[in-house]
């Protein structure tokens, strides 16, 4: 056989097993399933129904490739980068939920009672109760309810007949901040109905929401957010998503807001020491420029040089003027009416000089040519001689003259250009530190305008657009309640009692210490088991087949006595002991009703009662008072003692009771008795003591050949299986086998025969056939 078809056939007969073991029970799954559908049901009546409010945003997160514009960002410079993760949990947040608690006035519950369950009000509320300060609850108010009526008409609110009017803050029955009751718009109650309202600490129906409340992203991948909400009121539901997406905007608006209020206070503060700084540098620069005469220092430089180099210009000037004069000096001086060359006056402006001595020249010319055609003392000689010497001097005092102005002017410009070459020598220091002056004044005013920048962006901040958070769906609710769900409620409620029942059945059986099943019998004791005898509720008067007439039982002797090979042809075993291991498993009920049965069958049965203690088969035959086995095997009578109740069965009661039974087995009488028994029937069947009393059963084991053990349902201890293993081993008894006896149906209904198995045969095939086993009966029955 392949491995499949083992396991197919082991997985069948653990079914076949279990259903075995379960099915006789199923009044009681059935009736427990009922009574679970009717709680279940109960129960159903009794919850208040819940819907299921759905809303989902989408977030711009910066991880998910999703990201506003550049320009909408420059609007709203402490706008955070938002991480779809961290949103979910902010938007979970129990400050989030308390500002939904507070603005929805969820702390107070209006509703009216009834026998079964409240009925709460939200929009139909007759009228909106208020907190003035939500944190505010007295939580150890010994109220738990407070009755109240509205008149619309007169616009009050009627507590312990004393009327409030609408909008008017009073105190709170229950303690703590003050309330007042505000019309819902909602007008169509009597004044005579009367409403319960109650008061909860806005952090305990804070906690409540949590729990109710799931916010996720619709998937890995996606930036959407689900919110989902489950209430007993529908539009409550879809208000708590709406107003949880309204509040999770305000707190962003707010915590941007407080951020930028935050940074307006320091830009301004900030502007304003920075000012002052500015204010400070701006007077230092100014007092640097009064004092040094620094007004632009590069132009200043370029002056500076520009004049040094005129100053130098105007000297070399000088210079040349004086070094014409001083030659024209020198001709004057050195010339002695002699005609010359007149030095050049470039660079001389003043035409006197000039004209001076082209005079003084053209006299020398004509006193040179006069003086070489007259004589010395020539008049004409001597009037040009008076003009010459009268010219020089002229000359002379002309060029003094301009020297000496010109040396004047000479020493002013070297002066001024010493002071010039002077203040470019110390140019440099002063650039330095104008500069570093100008560098403060530059940080600072860039610092300034950075802040000014910065101010207005913020000032811009307070108006964000929200375009990283955008609704796609408004709350709607589910049209049909999402809990209790009817068809889980109603399974639970059929399963729950079914495997309670299931648990109770087999607890039962596996915490009993006693043998329940056959599969005990051949797993533990490792002897096989000829079959099971059913559990027969008779008096003992009526235990014998003979008597009470069921075929049924009838049967199940004769299937055992066929697996013993003593009811067919053939060879058959002749001889068998019937023992147990303890006293009450029925061994002289089976060792009778064997005999009966063979007996009925037309063999020659021997009964023999060896059990001479108690004597169970001489009471079931009513011979307590015949002579029996103990007279014969003390004192080796005759066997025509023997009583034959019916035609075929002859029995050898136990006789007078003693308690040396082993003594009286080991003597050479019962080898007779047994010998000569032999001879005479064609079967016998000895009814021995428990094994575990006495050492009978192990004396006449070996007069036998075969030994059957009887194990009682119900009744026998588990433990004892190993010991008739030991026994069989230790003792040898011949060709041993079990009987299951008194096997009871198993199950809540008892009615028929039932198996170790689970089998059971119904009386009605049992009554069909009585007239059968009547007739066998009454045929070969025998007075005695």
Request: glycine share 6%.
């Given at each position: 056989?392949?491995?499949?078809?083992?396991?197919?056939?082991?997985?069948?007969?653990?079914?076949?097993?279990?259903?075995?073991?379960?099915?006789?029970?199923?009044?009681?799954?059935?009736?427990?399933?009922?009574?679970?559908?009717?709680?279940?049901?109960?129960?159903?009546?009794?919850?208040?129904?819940?819907?299921?409010?759905?809303?989902?945003?989408?977030?711009?997160?910066?991880?998910?490739?999703?990201?506003?514009?550049?320009?909408?960002?420059?609007?709203?410079?402490?706008?955070?980068?938002?991480?779809?993760?961290?949103?979910?949990?902010?938007?979970?947040?129990?400050?989030?939920?308390?500002?939904?608690?507070?603005?929805?006035?969820?702390?107070?519950?209006?509703?009216?009672?009834?026998?079964?369950?409240?009925?709460?009000?939200?929009?139909?509320?007759?009228?909106?109760?208020?907190?003035?300060?939500?944190?505010?609850?007295?939580?150890?108010?010994?109220?738990?309810?407070?009755?109240?009526?509205?008149?619309?008409?007169?616009?009050?609110?009627?507590?312990?007949?004393?009327?409030?009017?609408?909008?008017?803050?009073?105190?709170?029955?229950?303690?703590?901040?003050?309330?007042?009751?505000?019309?819902?718009?909602?007008?169509?109650?009597?004044?005579?109905?009367?409403?319960?309202?109650?008061?909860?600490?806005?952090?305990?129906?804070?906690?409540?929401?949590?729990?109710?409340?799931?916010?996720?992203?619709?998937?890995?991948?996606?930036?959407?957010?689900?919110?989902?909400?489950?209430?007993?009121?529908?539009?409550?539901?879809?208000?708590?998503?709406?107003?949880?997406?309204?509040?999770?905007?305000?707190?962003?608006?707010?915590?941007?807001?407080?951020?930028?209020?935050?940074?307006?206070?320091?830009?301004?503060?900030?502007?304003?020491?920075?000012?002052?700084?500015?204010?400070?540098?701006?007077?230092?620069?100014?007092?640097?420029?009064?004092?040094?005469?620094?007004?632009?220092?590069?132009?200043?430089?370029?002056?500076?040089?520009?004049?040094?180099?005129?100053?130098?210009?105007?000297?070399?000037?000088?210079?040349?003027?004086?070094?014409?004069?001083?030659?024209?000096?020198?001709?004057?001086?050195?010339?002695?009416?002699?005609?010359?060359?007149?030095?050049?006056?470039?660079?001389?402006?003043?035409?006197?000089?000039?004209?001076?001595?082209?005079?003084?020249?053209?006299?020398?010319?004509?006193?040179?040519?006069?003086?070489?055609?007259?004589?010395?003392?020539?008049?004409?000689?001597?009037?040009?001689?008076?003009?010459?010497?009268?010219?020089?001097?002229?000359?002379?005092?002309?060029?003094?003259?301009?020297?000496?102005?010109?040396?004047?002017?000479?020493?002013?410009?070297?002066?001024?250009?010493?002071?010039?070459?002077?203040?470019?020598?110390?140019?440099?220091?002063?650039?330095?530190?104008?500069l570093e002056i100008n560098r403060r004044k530059k940080s600072?005013?860039d610092l300034y305008d950075f802040l000014v920048q910065k101010?207005?962006?913020?000032?811009?901040?307070?108006?964000?657009?929200?375009?990283?958070?955008?609704?796609?769906?408004?709350?709607?609710?589910?049209?049909?309640?999402?809990?209790?769900?009817?068809?889980?409620?109603?399974?639970?409620?059929?399963?729950?009692?079914?495997?309670?029942?299931?648990?109770?059945?087999?607890?039962?059986?596996?915490?009993?210490?006693?043998?329940?099943?056959?599969?005990?019998?051949?797993?533990?004791?490792?002897?096989?088991?000829?079959?099971?005898?059913?559990?027969?509720?008779?008096?003992?008067?009526?235990?014998?087949?003979?008597?009470?007439?069921?075929?049924?039982?009838?049967?199940?002797?004769?299937?055992?006595?066929?697996?013993?090979?003593?009811?067919?042809?053939?060879?058959?075993?002749?001889?068998?002991?019937?023992?147990?291991?303890?006293?009450?498993?029925?061994?002289?009920?089976?060792?009778?009703n064997l005999a009966v049965t063979l007996a009925l069958s037309?063999?020659?049965?021997?009964?023999?009662?060896?059990?001479?203690?108690?004597?169970?088969?001489?009471?079931?035959?009513?011979?307590?008072?015949?002579?029996?086995?103990?007279?014969?095997?003390?004192?080796?009578?005759?066997?025509?003692?023997?009583?034959?109740?019916?035609?075929?069965?002859?029995?050898?009661?136990?006789?007078?009771?003693?308690?040396?039974?082993?003594?009286?087995?080991?003597?050479?009488?019962?080898?007779?008795?047994?010998?000569?028994?032999?001879?005479?029937?064609?079967?016998?069947?000895?009814?021995?003591?428990?094994?575990?009393?006495?050492?009978?059963?192990?004396?006449?084991?070996?007069?036998?050949?075969?030994?059957?053990?009887?194990?009682?349902?119900?009744?026998?201890?588990?433990?004892?299986?190993?010991?008739?293993?030991?026994?069989?081993?230790?003792?040898?008894?011949?060709?041993?086998?079990?009987?299951?006896?008194?096997?009871?149906?198993?199950?809540?209904?008892?009615?028929?025969?039932?198996?170790?198995?689970?089998?059971?045969?119904?009386?009605?095939?049992?009554?069909?056939?009585?007239?059968?086993?009547?007739?066998?009966?009454?045929?070969?029955?025998?007075?005695?």
């Amino acid at each position: 056989m392949s491995d499949f078809q083992t396991t197919n056939n082991r997985q069948q007969n653990l079914f076949h097993i279990i259903l075995q073991k379960f099915l006789p029970f199923w009044p009681l799954f059935v009736a427990l399933s009922i009574i679970g559908i009717i709680v279940a049901q109960f129960y159903i009546w009794n919850t208040v129904p819940k819907y299921e409010s759905s809303g989902a945003l989408i977030v711009n997160d910066e991880k998910k490739g999703v990201d506003q514009s550049q320009l909408m960002e420059s609007f709203n410079v402490f706008e955070s980068k938002k991480i779809v993760e961290n949103e979910i949990e902010v938007l979970k947040s129990k400050d989030v939920v308390e500002d939904v608690v507070n603005t929805l006035g969820l702390y107070s519950k209006i509703y009216t009672s009834s026998f079964f369950k409240d009925k709460v009000y939200f929009e139909d509320a007759p009228v909106k109760i208020v907190l003035m300060d939500p944190s505010d609850v007295n939580r150890d108010s010994d109220l738990n309810e407070v009755e109240f009526s509205v008149d619309y008409e007169k616009g009050q609110v009627f507590i312990d007949g004393e009327g409030i009017p609408f909008d008017t803050w009073v105190s709170n029955p229950f303690g703590g901040s003050v309330l007042k009751f505000l019309p819902n718009g909602y007008q169509k109650y009597d004044s005579d109905k009367v409403f319960k309202f109650q008061i909860k600490p806005s952090r305990v129906v804070v906690n409540q929401i949590v729990g109710d409340l799931y916010v996720g992203a619709a998937s890995k991948s996606a930036t959407v957010v689900k919110i989902l909400y489950v209430d007993p009121i529908p539009e409550r539901g879809n208000a708590v998503v709406d107003q949880l997406i309204e509040s999770y905007k305000k707190a962003t608006i707010n915590s941007q807001n407080s951020l930028a209020a935050n940074t307006l206070s320091f830009i301004d503060e900030r502007m304003e020491e920075v000012g002052k700084d500015l204010q400070e540098v701006e007077k230092d620069l100014e007092k640097y420029r009064s004092k040094e005469n620094v007004i632009n220092l590069g132009e200043q430089g370029n002056l500076y040089l520009q004049n040094v180099g005129d100053y130098d210009r105007q000297i070399g000037e000088i210079d040349l003027q004086l070094s014409v004069l001083n030659k024209v000096e020198r001709y004057v001086i050195s010339k002695n009416n002699n005609a010359g060359i007149v030095p050049s006056t470039l660079g001389v402006n003043d035409p006197i000089l000039g004209q001076l001595l082209q005079k003084l020249y053209d006299a020398e010319i004509e006193y040179g040519q006069l003086s070489k055609t007259t004589a010395e003392n020539n008049p004409l000689l001597t009037v040009v001689k008076n003009k010459i010497d009268n010219i020089r001097p002229s000359i002379l005092e002309n060029v003094r003259s301009q020297k000496s102005n010109l040396n004047a002017s000479r020493e002013s410009l070297t002066t001024n250009s010493g002071k010039y070459n002077e203040a470019l020598s110390v140019l440099p220091e002063q650039e330095r530190i104008f500069l570093e002056i100008n560098r403060r004044k530059k940080s600072i005013e860039d610092l300034y305008d950075f802040l000014v920048q910065k101010r207005e962006e913020t000032a811009l901040s307070y108006a964000p657009t929200l375009g990283n958070v955008r609704v796609i769906e408004k709350a709607e609710a589910s049209l049909r309640p999402v809990s209790p769900k009817k068809s889980f409620i109603y399974l639970i409620g059929m399963l729950l009692p079914l495997g309670l029942g299931l648990v109770w059945v087999a607890g039962r059986e596996l915490l009993n210490t006693k043998i329940l099943f056959r599969s005990d019998l051949e797993m533990d004791a490792n002897i096989p088991v000829l079959g099971e005898l059913a559990y027969v509720d008779k008096s003992e008067g009526d235990l014998l087949v003979s008597q009470h007439k069921d075929l049924f039982i009838v049967d199940q002797f004769r299937r055992i006595l066929t697996d013993m090979q003593m009811y067919d042809g053939g060879e058959t075993i002749q001889t068998v002991m019937v023992t147990s291991s303890i006293a009450g498993e029925g061994k002289s009920y089976v060792s009778s009703n064997l005999a009966v049965t063979l007996a009925l069958s037309g063999k020659k049965t021997a009964l023999i009662d060896l059990d001479l203690r108690k004597a169970g088969v001489t009471q079931l035959f009513g011979l307590e008072n015949e002579i029996g086995m103990s007279e014969i095997l003390a004192n080796g009578s005759v066997l025509d003692f023997g009583e034959q109740k019916l035609a075929n069965l002859t029995i050898f009661p136990a006789g007078a009771k003693t308690l040396d039974s082993s003594n009286l087995l080991v003597n050479k009488n019962f080898k007779i008795f047994i010998s000569k028994i032999k001879e005479d029937f064609d079967a016998v069947i000895i009814d021995t003591p428990p094994t575990t009393l006495v050492t009978d059963a192990s004396i006449v084991a070996p007069y036998t050949e075969k030994t059957v053990i009887v194990v009682r349902h119900d009744y026998t201890p588990k433990f004892v299986l190993q010991h008739i293993g030991n026994i069989v081993q230790r003792k040898g008894f011949q060709n041993t086998s079990l009987i299951f006896n008194g096997v009871k149906t198993r199950g809540i209904v008892n009615k028929g025969y039932g198996y170790g198995y689970g089998y059971e045969y119904k009386n009605d095939v049992i009554e069909t056939n009585q007239s059968f086993i009547g007739g066998i009966l009454k045929k070969n029955s025998v007075k005695k």
